[in-house]
């Protein structure tokens, strides 16, 4: 029986790799292994907790779960935009934790064969953006795919799941 579970669990994680949900952020096309995804809702109302980092919004209740949201413009140091009906909240799961990434609007989800996934490339000595995982090409575009797991550090991470 739990020989099955994990034949289930395997081809779950087959099904789903190669493919990203690919978001905006003014003219940049990013995109989240789906694996991490839990759901994509629109921007609702944010209660605002005191002394958190400023990229780090506050919390929303979804359905009961009390969840913080960041802002992604502000975590990657992009100027600050005003939400409208096409912002969304992707809800996403890193390490047990659930939090929202508020992002300018969701396009789609693309599966990008292996080969068109390539490292991003070393522009300054010393310089690494701990954000973007990779690249994946699509035809002439590019959509800079994100390292979830790099999004907050493990004190960041361990700070919003005290707050929750």
């Known amino acids: 029986m739990s020989e099955t579970i994990e034949n289930m669990e395997e081809m779950e994680e087959d099904t789903q790799k190669g493919r990203f949900l690919i978001f905006s952020l003014g003219k940049e096309s990013y995109g989240i292994e789906i694996k991490y995804v839990t ?27 009390i969840i913080p949201v960041m802002d992604i413009r502000l975590r990657f140091k992009k100027e600050s935009r005003e939400y409208n009906d096409r912002t969304c909240v992707i809800v996403i799961d890193i390490k047990d934790v659930s939090i929202g990434l508020i992002v300018d609007s969701v396009a789609e989800v693309l599966s990008i064969p292996e080969q068109d996934i390539v490292e991003p490339p070393q522009i300054n000595k010393g310089f690494n953006n701990r954000y973007i995982k990779s690249i994946g090409k699509i035809g002439n575009d590019v959509k800079l795919l994100l390292d979830c797991a790099k999004l907050l550090t493990e004190d960041e991470l361990e700070g919003l799941s005290e707050v929750v």
């Open 39 to 65: 759901e994509i809702i629109g921007i609702q109302a944010i209660t605002e907790i005191p002394e958190l980092p400023e990229y780090v919004k506050g919390i929303i209740n979804l359905r009961g779960k």
